[in-house]
């Protein structure tokens, strides 16, 4: 069974820092990027960042470029994202995706999602 | 940055009918879309990609068409399980953006 299982969501102060991960199952995890898509508590979908196969290239969304850092260990079929200098506006709902091709594309499976919540 | 906007809002209707979802890019972005179903504390599902194409075990009441800017998601005769809100999203240009969603609502 194809499976995505993030975890590593939790509430946390802002400024301080969280470090998610997404368990892989199901499918050879190295030949597909792999993406974060965070979703704020009854709003809409928005991409944050993506790894290509191989970890060789990365993207951001504007809104975290330079606070968050996405990487991959193929090894352990694993995605992390490291979240820095959390804000208010973080708090979502992070859903790991794998994309249909080994950077981009459409993202054909999604975990559960785990929830970060940035607040004093 | 390119921007996806979706019509309408929200859809009413009633079991068995046709609902039209329509998606419309700021630029063009080929057939390069996909499209998405979430249900209420569900994670989103891939339902169409390449803007036309059904994605594994997607019925065939699901159609997806246009290409270049205006793209639109066709469920015919729907079904109770299809009352979820829909996403488009583009993945022609970084970065990738959804669109704001269309929910569709028993009428």
């Known amino acids: 069974e194809v499976q995505l299982v993030e975890s590593g969501g939790g509430l946390v102060q802002p400024g301080r820092s969280l470090r998610l991960s997404c368990a892989a199952s199901g499918f050879t995890f190295d030949d597909y990027g792999m993406h974060w898509v965070r979703q704020a508590p009854g709003k809409g979908l928005e991409w944050v960042s993506g790894?290509?196969?191989?970890?060789?290239?990365?993207d951001y969304a504007d809104s975290v470029k330079g606070r968050f850092t996405i990487s991959r260990d193929n090894a352990k079929n694993s995605l992390y994202m490291q979240m820095n200098s959390l804000r208010a506006e973080d708090t979502a709902l992070y859903y790991c995706?794998?994309?249909?091709?080994?950077?981009?594309?459409?993202?054909?499976?999604w975990g559960q999602g785990t929830m970060v919540t940035v607040s004093s | 940055e390119i921007v996806m906007t979706q019509s309408p809002a929200t859809l009413s209707v009633s079991p068995g009918e046709r609902a039209t979802l329509s998606c419309r890019a700021s630029?063009?972005?080929?057939?390069?879309l996909a499209w998405y179903q979430q249900k209420p504390g569900q994670a989103p599902r891939l339902l169409i990609y390449?803007?036309?194409t059904r994605a594994t075990g997607i019925p065939a009441r699901f159609s997806g068409s246009g290409s270049g800017t205006e793209f639109t998601l066709t469920i015919y005769s729907l079904q109770s399980e299809d009352f979820a809100v829909y996403y488009c999203?583009?993945?022609?240009?970084?970065?990738?953006?959804f669109g704001q969603g269309t929910k569709v609502e028993i009428k």
């Open positions: 630029q063009s972005i080929s057939s390069n």
């Open positions: 995706a794998k994309a249909d091709s080994w950077f981009s594309g459409a993202f054909d499976v």
């Open positions: 390449g803007a036309s």
């Open positions: 790894v290509s196969w191989n970890g060789g290239t990365t």
């Open positions: 999203q583009q993945f022609n240009n970084w970065p990738w953006t």
